[in-house]
């Protein structure tokens, strides 16, 4: 969507804040012993609190209020009774509609203390999604998010998902533009325009460049083994640095 007005601005907000307290709750519940399960029930219950409902399953009949993804699951990942362990690497990506607007989020996060290559990881995407954001203004090149996440991965000799975007979001969970960015596309001519809402998500990895997506039809992984974290927030386009809505 594009920002029309003061009470669109202030009705993503709203929304945008539940996300994020649903997400933070959740993983200030988090420990080892706990299924995945549990945690969705702490979300669903935020979402609940504040009449706010699950975006993927207003738009596409997704059963749960959140996606969870532990280790070589990279993101979309159904909740279930599998037990969190010490050191697990856990996605959760939460989308949620108020009132006829969307925001849309993701983090990543160890199970206690983690390990040394999943805290670096997260470490890491943090800063690539701080270089999306940084990038992501009026009259930029969407293919400049492309060049400074790219630039932080390298850095720390990680890969990125490529088959995982950012999108347009705001009145529907996902809207135009599509594909922000659009991986390793040269003669992607397109630019940011001020007022337009979308996501900033990437994927940062320890080897594999694209998700497979699984036989329950939702999660998307790679092969055991393998680390994935997702740094995402829901964003309005300005002339200077955009309006994040999915943040404290």
Known sequence: MSVESEEDIIALKRVGSVVYEAIHTMFAAMEAGMTTM??????????????????????????????????????????????????????????????????????????????????????????????????????????????????????????????????????????EPSNVPSWGNRKDKRRFVEGSVLTLEPFLSTGPRFAHETSNGWTMATLPGNYTVQFEHTVIITRETPIVLTAA
């Open 38 to 175: 549990d945690l969705e029930m702490i979300g669903a219950e935020v979402l609940q609190r504040y009449g706010a409902r699950s975006a993927p399953k207003v738009c596409y009949g997704y059963p749960y209020a959140s996606m969870i993804s532990v280790n070589e699951e990279v993101a979309h990942g159904e909740p279930s009774r599998r037990i969190l362990c010490e050191g697990d690497l856990v996605n959760i990506d939460v989308s949620a509609e108020l009132d006829g607007y969307f925001a849309d989020s993701g983090y990543s996060m160890s199970v206690g203390q983690g390990n040394a290559q999943a805290n670096q990881l997260c470490r890491a995407g943090k800063k690539a999604l701080q270089a999306a954001i940084g990038m992501a203004r009026d009259g930029k090149r969407i293919r400049d998010v492309e060049l400074a996440v790219r630039k932080v991965a390298q850095q720390y000799g990680y890969s990125i998902i490529e088959n995982l975007v950012g999108h347009g979001t705001g009145r529907h969970l996902h809207e």
